[in-house]
């Protein structure tokens, strides 16, 4: 059996989703990238946790693309005579001085291009690495995920009732969907909504227009760039190795670790791939992270993102792993 990772990244420099062609979000770990899991169908599909977008009840494969020069990610459906596009991206807007807003979201916008489609919610949030049944409870303007440990609230335009009960709905005009973390002062406006995107399309170009990109593979540089930026952890400073666990480094081994760490030599690496890219500002943001874990005592190859030092390995037993590993 073939095991494939061929997911889209969305992020802010806060938090990393990976989604599948087939629109199900398979990780995601909130309030950081080192958290335990929301969603981690990527471990395990049967108990990991998921949200995705569902034809006629059925999980189909799209073809994803990510909107150009950016992290906002598109896949497009086909299915019989209707056609729909799903939009996945993290806020991230511009501020005074150079600064972003990087609020722990997930947005979804789910658009009709084509008929009538005919889709279902599947949201499972599974808190805790799935240790938590992620109970749910239908609000005003969503659905609320209790057990989560803070508060965590799936807002959206489609009664929440219709997402609990998996109740299938013709997709006649935009809807969307916005995870969100901790307190929000009120629920997110469909032109709120678009705001976020469009200022989150807008801030990603800003970035892009000032890389200094080679002449030999432009595209391919700046995708890599792009995905790079992603695993800067814009609290600190700390740049991880990858946004994720117990990925195997070959399928049937116990050789399954968590990258969701700064190692020095990895992070200066990054630092200097952008450096070559004209982009100064993660590297001055990795130094002071470093002068920061320096003061605290003897360097040691890798801390934790927030500067920790001793890290503690566990092992998740309830989860079969990527491909049973």
């Known amino acids: 059996m073939t095991y494939r990772l061929d997911h889209g990244a969305i992020g802010n420099g806060r938090t990393i989703a990976l989604i599948a062609p ?13 958290s335990p899991s929301i969603f981690a169908a990527l471990l395990d599909q049967r108990i990991g946790g998921h949200f995705q977008i569902l034809a006629r009840g059925r999980v189909i494969q799209g073809r994803t693309s990510y909107i150009t020069n950016t992290n906002v990610l598109r896949t497009e459906f086909v299915d019989e005579d209707a056609r729909w596009e799903v939009i996945d991206f993290a806020p991230r807007v511009s501020e005074a001085h150079g600064r972003f807003a990087t609020p722990l979201e997930i947005v979804r916008i789910v658009r009709p291009l084509a008929g009538t489609p005919r889709i279902t919610i599947d949201f499972d949030p599974r808190p805790d690495y ?44 935009p809807i969307h969907f916005m995870l969100a973390y901790g307190h929000r002062a009120a629920a997110p406006t469909e032109t709120e909504i678009d705001h976020l995107l469009g200022e989150t399309i807008r801030g990603w170009r800003l970035w892009v227009k000032t890389c200094a990109l080679p002449s030999f593979a432009p595209e391919h540089v700046l995708r890599s760039a792009l995905c790079l930026k992603l695993h800067a952890f814009v609290d600190t400073g700390a740049i991880i190795a990858a946004c994720t666990t117990s990925i195997p480094e070959a399928i049937g081994t116990p050789r399954t670790w968590d990258y969701r760490y700064c ?14 890219l004209s982009h100064l500002n993660e590297g001055e943001k990795f130094i002071s992270f470093l002068r920061d874990v320096a003061e605290s005592g003897p360097l040691q190859p890798l801390y934790g993102i927030a500067g920790e030092r001793d890290l503690t390995e566990h092992v998740l037993e309830h989860l079969s792993g990527f491909g049973n590993t």
């Not at 190692?263 to 070559?276: C, G, K, M, Q, Y």
């Open 22 to 34: 087939t629109s199900a979000i398979e990780w995601l770990c909130l309030p950081r990238f080192d």
């Open 130 to 173: 799935a240790r938590s049944a992620g109970r749910t409870l239908v609000t005003q303007h969503g659905v609320e995920v209790l057990d989560a440990g803070a508060p965590l609230h799936l807002y959206t335009n489609v009664p929440g009732d219709h997402v609990v009960n998996r109740t299938e709905i013709a997709l006649r005009g």
């Open 263 to 276: 190692w020095l030599r990895d992070a200066a690496f990054v630092v200097e791939a952008l450096r070559r």
